[in-house]
C-alpha cells in the first residue's frame, strides 16, 4: 500500500513553540539552518529510493530558491506551507489569501513547477472553517492536508474527520494519520510524536493503520533531524515540544520508511494536475464522504 510521506520545510525558529522568542521582525537575522538539514534528507531520501511532499515555507522559498528546485528535481512534489507561517484562524480572510498568493507565487518561481497542495501551519484550519478551503480552491489549490483531528492546545479539532473528504468548493482535505481506538483519535502521524512517544506504540499504531486499508499521511520537519540547532530561551512546555527526541528523529524516519512504502501525496491519493481524483480503492472507502 503506497502511503505520503510530507516534509513542512521551515527552520527551528519558524515554529509556534519558538513565536515568543523569535518575533517575524527579528527572522531575518536568526541563524538559518534549513538548507542542511533539508540537504540530509534529501540525501537520506535518495538512499532509500523514497519520494515525499515537501510544504515549503513561502519565506524559505523566497531566500533559498535553489533548495527549492533542488527538491523538485531530485523528483519530490512542491507544494505550500504558507509565506509567513501564521495559523490560519487568527487571519482575516483578505490577509490568508494575500499570505497564501504571495507564499504559492515564490514556490512555483523558484520551483518551475505548479503547486497544488497546501498544508496549513500547526493544522490550523478548523472545523467550520469553509472560508479557507474556498479561497484554496480560488488561488488554485487541489487539496489540503491541513486538519489534524486529535486534542491539542494549538490545533484542537478531535471531532474533524479523520479520513480523506472534499468540501463544498471541490477541495480535498487529507488529514493527519490518526489511530482511532476506544473511540479516541490518537496521534501517530508523526512530527513531535514520532520524536517523543515510544516507538512501539508509533510504529504499532501505524500498523494497525495500515492493516485497516488506510493510506496513511505522515509529516516531519526537517529541523527535527538537527540536534545541534541552537536551544532558544523559551518555557519548560515550548521546550519539550522542540527538542526532545532529536538526537534519534533520523533513525526513526529511517525505520518507519524501511516498514511501508511511501511517495508524494499525489502519488499515494492519485491527485492530478487536471482536478483531485482517488484511486479505485480508496474513492470506495470514502464514497459519500463529501461535506
Same mark, same amino acid.
Given at each position: 500500500?503506497?502511503?505520503?510521506?510530507?516534509?513542512?520545510v521551515?527552520?527551528?525558529?519558524?515554529?509556534?513553540?519558538?513565536?515568543?522568542?523569535?518575533p517575524?521582525?527579528? =527572522? $531575518?537575522?536568526?541563524? %538559518?539552518?534549513? /538548507?542542511?538539514?533539508?540537504?540530509?534528507?534529501?540525501?537520506?531520501?535518495? *538512499? &532509500?529510493?523514497?519520494?515525499?511532499?515537501?510544504?515549503?515555507?513561502?519565506?524559505?522559498?523566497?531566500?533559498?530558491?535553489?533548495?527549492?528546485?533542488?527538491?523538485?528535481?531530485?523528483?519530490?512534489?512542491?507544494?505550500?506551507?504558507?509565506?509567513?507561517?501564521?495559523?490560519?484562524?487568527?487571519?482575516?480572510q483578505d490577509?490568508?489569501?494575500?499570505?497564501?498568493?504571495?507564499?504559492?507565487?515564490?514556490?512555483?518561481?523558484?520551483?518551475?513547477?505548479?503547486?497544488?497542495?497546501?498544508?496549513?501551519?500547526?493544522?490550523?484550519?478548523?472545523?467550520?472553517?469553509? =472560508? $479557507?478551503?474556498?479561497? %484554496?480552491?480560488? /488561488?488554485?489549490?487541489?487539496?489540503?492536508s491541513?486538519?489534524?483531528?486529535? *486534542? &491539542?492546545?494549538?490545533?484542537?479539532?478531535?471531532?474533524?474527520?479523520?479520513?480523506?473528504?472534499?468540501?463544498?468548493?471541490?477541495?480535498?482535505?487529507l488529514?493527519?494519520?490518526?489511530?482511532?481506538?476506544?473511540?479516541?483519535?490518537?496521534?501517530?502521524?508523526?512530527?513531535?510524536?514520532?520524536?517523543?512517544?515510544?516507538?512501539?506504540?508509533?510504529?504499532g499504531?501505524?500498523?494497525?493503520?495500515?492493516?485497516?486499508?488506510?493510506?496513511?499521511?505522515?509529516?516531519?520537519?526537517?529541523?527535527?533531524?538537527?540536534?545541534?540547532?541552537?536551544?532558544?530561551?523559551?518555557?519548560?512546555?515550548?521546550?519539550?515540544?522542540?527538542?526532545?527526541?532529536?538526537?534519534?528523529?533520523?533513525?526513526?524516519?529511517?525505520?518507519?520508511?524501511?516498514?511501508?512504502?511511501?511517495?508524494?501525496?499525489?502519488?499515494?491519493?492519485?491527485i492530478?494536475?487536471?482536478?483531485?481524483?482517488?484511486?479505485?480503492?480508496?474513492?470506495h472507502?470514502?464514497?459519500?464522504?463529501?461535506?
Open positions: 500500500m503506497l502511503n505520503a510521506l510530507t516534509i513542512d521551515e527552520d527551528y525558529f519558524h515554529t509556534e513553540a519558538m513565536a515568543c522568542a523569535a517575524r521582525t527579528e =527572522w $531575518a537575522g536568526m541563524e %538559518l539552518r534549513v /538548507e542542511r538539514s533539508t540537504w540530509r534528507l534529501l540525501e537520506l531520501l535518495d *538512499r &532509500h529510493k523514497v519520494h515525499s511532499t515537501m510544504f515549503f515555507l513561502g519565506w524559505v522559498a523566497e531566500r533559498c530558491p535553489e533548495l527549492v528546485k533542488a527538491a523538485a528535481d531530485h523528483g519530490h512534489e512542491i507544494a505550500c506551507h504558507s509565506y509567513w507561517h501564521r495559523p490560519v484562524y487568527r487571519l482575516t490577509e490568508f489569501r494575500e499570505d497564501t498568493r504571495r507564499a504559492k507565487d515564490v514556490i512555483e518561481s523558484s520551483s518551475g513547477r505548479r503547486v497544488t497542495g497546501y498544508r496549513a501551519p500547526s493544522f490550523s484550519i478548523l472545523s467550520g472553517m469553509n =472560508w $479557507a478551503r474556498e479561497i %484554496l480552491t480560488e /488561488e488554485g489549490f487541489l487539496y489540503s491541513s486538519s489534524h483531528p486529535i *486534542r &491539542h492546545d494549538l490545533y484542537n479539532d478531535p471531532r474533524a474527520s479523520r479520513l480523506p473528504y472534499q468540501s463544498s468548493c471541490g477541495l480535498w482535505e488529514p493527519i494519520t490518526t489511530w482511532r481506538i476506544l473511540g479516541r483519535n490518537l496521534p501517530v502521524g508523526g512530527g513531535a510524536y514520532l520524536r517523543i512517544l515510544p516507538l512501539q506504540y508509533v510504529l499504531g501505524l500498523q494497525r493503520v495500515a492493516a485497516s486499508g488506510e493510506a496513511m499521511m505522515v509529516y516531519l520537519h526537517p529541523w527535527e533531524i538537527d540536534h545541534c540547532q541552537p536551544e532558544l530561551q523559551v518555557g519548560l512546555k515550548s521546550r519539550m515540544r522542540q527538542y526532545i527526541g532529536l538526537k534519534g528523529m533520523e533513525r526513526r524516519l529511517e525505520m518507519l520508511i524501511e516498514r511501508h512504502s511511501f511517495d508524494t501525496v499525489a502519488r499515494a491519493y492519485s492530478h494536475q487536471d482536478g483531485a481524483q482517488y484511486g479505485s480503492r480508496v474513492t472507502e470514502f464514497a459519500g464522504a463529501c461535506v
